[in-house]
């Protein structure tokens, strides 16, 4: 069964401390493994795509990063605007995969 | 960009009546579109798929006849939550696929939904 489980499900950090989300997956025939930002009471908004194992993207204060079983969201540096809830989801060409979350919190 | 635009962000409503939620892919045509479900503190369960022109396909336990799913067009879909009951309060979210050759999936701001 397909399957993705993002940790921690909580992450708080001083303002400049970097830290990393994690993205476990198991989703048969993996088309694109995507992060989304959501913000309380908001639909979520789209950061990355990744299609195959080794790829990396950067946005900003936020790299993301694939292997055939894993992905990491790297957070550089984090402002405090950076907090809200970060979204993992497989995409198995039918549908969204989602893991339940990662809720980040940035201090100043 | 991709812009889904979903209509009300907020409604409440009375036990035992029908609310209706659009959303509108505003700058592309969308083929197919998904509705989801989101708890508090949750992430989101997808309800069903409808494919412009056909049926929707629901997920194992929605109830089809409760949550009324319609894509007449290309930028248009919308839920109907029928029958409403305080268990239906939740928060819904739709998305849409950018199909034509543009691979992703954008999502509405969302919609509120609380039935007292």
């Known amino acids: 069964e397909d399957q993705v489980t993002q940790s921690p499900e909580a992450l708080r950090l001083q303002e400049g401390e970097s830290s990393s989300l994690n993205c476990s997956y198991t989703?048969?025939?993996?088309?694109?493994l995507f992060w989304y930002r959501q913000d309380p009471g908001k639909g979520p908004e789209f950061l990355f795509t990744?299609?195959?194992a080794g790829e990396e993207k950067e946005k900003e204060r936020l790299k993301a990063t694939l292997t055939k079983k894993e992905s990491f969201l790297h957070i550089t540096a984090p402002k405090p605007e950076d907090s809200a809830t970060y979204l993992c989801?497989?995409?198995?060409?039918?549908?969204?995969?989602f893991g339940t979350g990662t809720r980040l919190q940035v201090f100043p | 960009g991709a812009v889904v635009s979903q209509h009300p962000s907020r409604v409440i409503c009375k036990s035992g009546t029908s609310v209706k939620i659009e959303c509108r892919s505003l700058d592309f045509q969308a083929t197919t579109m998904f509705w989801y479900r989101q708890f508090p503190k949750q992430s989101l369960m997808l309800m069903a798929t409808?494919?412009?022109?056909?049926?929707?396909?629901?997920e194992q336990g929605v109830e089809k006849d409760k949550f009324l799913i319609n894509h007449a067009s290309l930028t248009l879909s919308t839920l109907t939550v029928t029958s409403a009951h305080p268990e239906d309060s939740s928060f819904y979210i739709c998305?849409?696929?950018?199909?034509?050759?543009?691979?992703?999936?954008?999502f509405g701001s969302g919609t509120r939904l609380t039935v007292v």
């Open positions: 989703v048969s025939g993996l088309r694109g």
């Open positions: 998305s849409a696929s950018q199909g034509q050759g543009a691979y992703g999936y954008t």
């Open positions: 409808s494919n412009e022109g056909s049926k929707a396909t629901y």
């Open positions: 990744l299609y195959s």
């Open positions: 989801a497989g995409d198995n060409t039918d549908k969204l995969i």
